[in-house]
C-alpha cells in the first residue's frame, strides 16, 4: 500500500507541476501580448512627437526663407550710385556684389558702408 501511495503522490505531484507550467506559460504570453500593445503606443507616441516637432522645423524654415525674401525684396529697392560702388570696390578691394549689398544694407550712405567694412 505504502508503494501504491507513493506512486499516487508522485502522479499528484507531476499533474500540479504541469498546471503551474500551462498557468505560467498562459501568463508569459498574456505578458508579450501586452508588451506588443505598449510597444505599439508608446511607438505612436513618439512618432506624434518626431511628426510635431519636424512641423515646427519646417514652420521656422518657412517662416525664415519669407523673412529673408522680404529682406532681399526691400534692399533691391534701395538706390546706389555707380560711383560709390567703384569707390568701395577700388578701396577695400572686395567684389562688385559685396560693395553693392552694402551700400544697399546702409541706405546707400558711402561712409557708413566702408565703416563696416573696415571692422
Known amino acids: 500500500m505504502a508503494a501504491e501511495d507513493e506512486q499516487a503522490e508522485l502522479e499528484v505531484e507531476e499533474e500540479t507541476k504541469a498546471n503551474k507550467t500551462k498557468k505560467l506559460a498562459k501568463h508569459d504570453s498574456g505578458a508579450a501580448d501586452l508588451e506588443k500593445v505598449t510597444d505599439y503606443v508608446e511607438e505612436a507616441e513618439i512618432s506624434s512627437y518626431i511628426g510635431d516637432a519636424m512641423r515646427v522645423v519646417n514652420d ?3 517662416k525664415e526663407v ?12 534701395v538706390k546706389i550710385n555707380k560711383e560709390d560702388v567703384d569707390l568701395i570696390v577700388y578701396e577695400m578691394e572686395i567684389s562688385r556684389a559685396v560693395a553693392e549689398r552694402k551700400l544697399r544694407e546702409h541706405k546707400g550712405n558711402v561712409v557708413e558702408a566702408l565703416v563696416e567694412l573696415t571692422n
Open 60 to 62: 521656422r524654415k518657412t
Open 66 to 77: 519669407a523673412e529673408k525674401h522680404e529682406k532681399e525684396k526691400e534692399l533691391s529697392k
